[in-house]
């Protein structure tokens, strides 16, 4: 069993303990990992850890902060990998930024983090440029993720405990030249996982429009432009007469954009919420098999990004003898090949998560890996 180290926010260590009796954890390529650990009360870490609400727990890779405890006949010890640190943190709305994928997520962790001194945001590799906003006040993890999802990247947050530092690292995966396979001897107890539970190709979403408060239409302060598409849902209330978009506005008229061309357009009030708006995606199938859903957001932005989640869950799990962050990382593409009975697969797959264990009496990694029909 690997040891179990327990340390403040500080990154100073006040206890160790191999006593663990099982041990179960996830982690994910860009998402929050999970930490269950069971450990007997009378296991030198109980005392510290039940009397302390703030504590980082370590166990071979993972890292990461105590969220729950419980104690019956045993003590239970829940955590989160450090991101999720982020969705304790909020993000306010910005209009686009065309910056590189990895430039807007260090500057808007270093943003929540103003008075952290031994925090880094860093990466290795290259990241695409691109557009993009954010409408609403939005959880800080939620952000990075998106961004991350939008490049195929994704992160860890960890800590080098020698220089007491945390650190942030953007990544992205590489294509491995390796097959895991129960016949190649390098796995076993291969899993394979799908369902269609929670797929739909179209959504529906409660419209809001956003009120982007007063406009001079005689010195166009703020300025506004026609016919960009960052327009749509948004109105401003004209707080002096002048004429732009040939157009002439009234004090108390508003300017406000119904269409996702960007066009703006005169009303003499403020644009009504509440309208259900249908989002639809290609999808060449007979109407009964064609599924729709009620989408959270009350922009288009926002309910595009919860139709994307949507999806056909395609996943294998095996116990394999390649070892994490040696043999492979998260974020890698690798060929899984499973043969069961009459059933057989082969496929390319990320990895998109490891889940590692203690079962009693020997550690174990299995990694979790996801493809696309």
């Not at 663990?20 to 850890?49: M, S």
């Not at 990895?102 to 990466?123: E, G, H, P």
């Not at 995966?173 to 797929?199: H, P, R």
């Amino acid at each position: 069993m690997y040891d179990t180290k327990i340390y403040d926010f500080d990154l100073n260590l006040i206890a160790v303990t191999s006593g663990a009796t099982t041990v179960n954890g996830f982690l994910y390529f860009n998402d929050i990992g999970t930490f269950e650990g069971h450990y007997p009360l009378t296991d030198k870490i109980t005392d510290i850890v039940l009397k302390n609400k703030y504590l980082i727990i370590s166990n071979k890779n993972f890292t990461g902060i105590i969220t729950g405890k419980q104690v019956k006949n045993e003590l239970v010890i829940y955590g989160r990998t450090l991101n999720w640190l982020l969705s304790k943190k909020v993000t306010a709305n910005f209009e686009a930024e065309q910056k590189s994928v990895f430039d807007i997520v260090k500057a808007k962790i270093l943003d929540v983090y103003q008075t952290v001194q031994n925090i880094s945001v860093i990466t290795s590799d290259q990241f695409s440029v691109i557009d993009y906003k954010n409408e609403q006040y939005t959880a800080t993890f939620d952000v990075v993720k998106d961004l991350l999802d939008k490049d195929n990247a994704g992160h860890e947050f960890d800590v080098d405990f020698k220089n007491k530092q945390f650190i942030f690292n953007c990544f992205k995966g590489k294509e491995l030249n390796k097959i895991i396979s129960e016949s190649f001897k390098n796995a076993y107890d291969t899993v394979y996982d799908t369902d269609i539970l929670e797929l739909a190709q179209n959504g529906y979403y409660s419209q809001s429009f956003q009120n982007m408060g007063d406009w001079d239409a005689e010195k166009d302060i703020p300025t506004l432009r026609d016919m960009q598409p960052l327009n749509y849902e948004k109105y401003y209330k004209v707080s002096a007469a002048g004429s732009k978009f040939d157009i002439t506005f009234s004090e108390g008229e508003y300017v406000v954009c119904k269409t996702e061309n960007g066009k703006w357009e005169k009303s003499a009030e403020a644009p009504q919420n509440g309208s259900w708006k249908k989002i639809t995606t290609a999808a060449n199938l007979p109407d009964l098999l064609i599924f729709e859903t009620v989408l959270n957001g009350s922009i288009k932005n926002d309910a595009v990004k919860d139709l994307s989640t949507k999806k056909e869950v395609n996943s294998i799990s095996a116990v394999s003898t390649l070892i994490f962050k040696k043999d492979y990382f998260l974020g890698d593409t690798i060929k899984i090949q499973m043969k069961k009975g009459n059933f057989s697969l082969t496929k390319k797959a990320k990895i998109i998560g490891v889940n590692f264990y203690f079962d009693g009496s020997k550690n174990g990694e299995k990694p979790i890996l996801e493809y696309e029909e």
